[in-house]
């Protein structure tokens, strides 16, 4: 039986929309080279390019960018979902920016529409690295994000809202999350007359037990014969968990 893994990307193979480190590259390039491996991101393509060498892009089996919204193969996009936001949630993010009651550090780039989802950032995507991590704090402290997205699941019910990495809440319609992407890799390596799996499959991600966008995957995967999670804190521990599942 066969391992095949499926990672989420920020916080879990790098730091927090930083480039993977110098030490985990290193392991990485030699266990990428003798797994099947797929990734799965909140981010679009662009930016896991900007985080992860694009010589273990390229020996992925594929991408998964926008919590599964859309599939690419290399550099050639298979599939995609789209998604108009409402303009009344639209005004209502706006809102939020424009609001002296939140978080009070307004960086830019607070909604950005990636076309399958929309991810908006009260500090915003243009925030340095300490303003990201004074954020982060904030927001453990007083639950800034998860009560914007309870708000935004209950004022339009159609759509689903989840924290993304540190900073930020990705919106989708509902069911358009990472759980998507697991037919989709069975498709790659499982006969549809088959009545169980043949192999064992792997997610690892830093927003399981959060209830963040890394949940849905680990969710579903939960009552599967043959699936299995693991909730990472940082890199580090991604490296203890593959170290130890190592045959």
Not at 236 to 244: A, C, F, S
């Given at each position: 039986m066969d391992k095949i893994y499926i990672f989420d990307v920020d916080g879990t193979l790098t730091p927090s929309r930083q480039r993977m480190t110098e030490e985990?590259?290193?392991f990485f390039d030699e266990w990428s080279s003798k797994n099947k491996f797929y990734l799965v991101t909140g981010s679009d393509l662009d930016k896991t390019k900007e985080q992860v060498p694009i010589a273990y892009i390229d020996r992925a089996e594929a991408i998964f960018t926008c919590c599964g919204n859309e599939m690419w193969l290399g550099d050639k996009?298979?599939?995609?979902?789209?998604?108009?936001?409402?303009?009344?949630?639209?005004?209502?993010?706006?809102?939020?920016?424009?609001?002296?009651f939140n978080y009070p550090v307004k960086t830019g780039n607070h909604i950005e529409d990636r076309g399958s989802l929309?991810?908006?950032?009260?500090?915003?995507?243009?925030?340095?690295?300490?303003?990201?991590?004074?954020?982060?704090?904030?927001?453990?402290?007083?639950?800034?994000?998860?009560?914007?997205?309870?708000?935004?699941?209950?004022?339009?019910?159609?759509?689903?809202?989840?924290?993304?990495?540190?900073?930020?809440i990705d919106i989708y319609p509902k069911g358009n999350d990472k759980s998507q992407v697991l037919e989709r890799?069975?498709?790659?390596?499982?006969f549809p007359d088959e009545g169980e799996l043949t192999n064992e499959y792997i997610f690892i991600g830093d927003g399981i037990e959060n209830g963040g966008n890394d949940y849905p995957?680990?969710?579903?995967?939960?009552n599967m014969k043959n699936c299995d999670w693991y909730d990472t804190k940082d890199w580090?521990?991604?490296?203890?968990?593959?170290?130890?599942l190592i045959d």
């Open positions: 985990f590259a290193k996009q298979v599939l995609t979902k789209q998604f108009k936001p409402p303009q009344d949630l639209l005004d209502y993010l706006q809102k939020l920016i424009d609001s002296e929309l991810n908006f950032s009260i500090v915003g995507r243009d925030c340095s690295l300490i303003q990201r991590l004074d954020y982060y704090r904030y927001d453990k402290q007083l639950d800034e994000r998860k009560d914007i997205a309870d708000y935004i699941m209950k004022k339009w019910p159609e759509l689903d809202a989840v924290l993304g990495g540190q900073i930020s890799v069975f498709n790659f390596h499982e995957l680990a969710h579903l995967m939960d580090k521990q991604t490296k203890e968990i593959l170290e130890k």
